[in-house]
């Protein structure tokens, strides 16, 4: 179970990695459900080019394709985001733990004359 939670963690990550890809699920987020052609606007690429980011946001789980006749539209799935954002609080807890541990470490040993 935790390989294929890994496997879904690292599609996420690389997913958030590109600039078009957020501002995609930015727009997505803001709008709800959008066109292939909604979604290309803002940016100055083909559609092959929209295809390729929105096939890697749907094989991470954070987009769902919904096809009406020609149209595709892609709805914002939002469980894997969740578990992107659980995954960085996670880490964020330890680190921050661990620097304020540091800083008083190193505060403490200035107290006591360390600090020449």
């Given amino acids: 179970m935790a390989?294929?939670?890994?496997a879904a963690?690292?599609?996420a990550f690389h997913a958030l990695g590109d600039g078009t890809r957020r501002q995609m699920i930015s727009m997505l987020a803001h709008d709800g459900a959008l066109s292939a052609n909604q979604l290309r606007a803002p940016f100055?690429?083909?559609q092959p080019?929209?295809?390729k980011h929105l096939?890697?946001?749907e094989a991470a789980g954070m987009v769902r394709r919904e096809i009406v006749g020609r149209v595709h539209r892609f709805h914002l799935q939002t469980k894997t985001l969740r578990e992107a954002e659980d995954w960085i609080a996670e880490?964020?807890?330890f680190w921050e733990g661990t620097l304020?541990?540091?800083e008083a470490f190193v505060c403490s040993d200035d107290e006591a004359g360390g600090g020449r």
């Fill in 44 to 46: 100055n690429v083909a």
């Fill in 91 to 93: 880490h964020r807890t």
């Fill in 100 to 102: 304020e541990r540091l």
């Fill in 55 to 57: 096939k890697v946001l």
């Fill in 49 to 51: 080019t929209i295809s």
């Fill in 9 to 11: 963690l690292d599609r």
């Fill in 3 to 6: 390989i294929q939670y890994q």
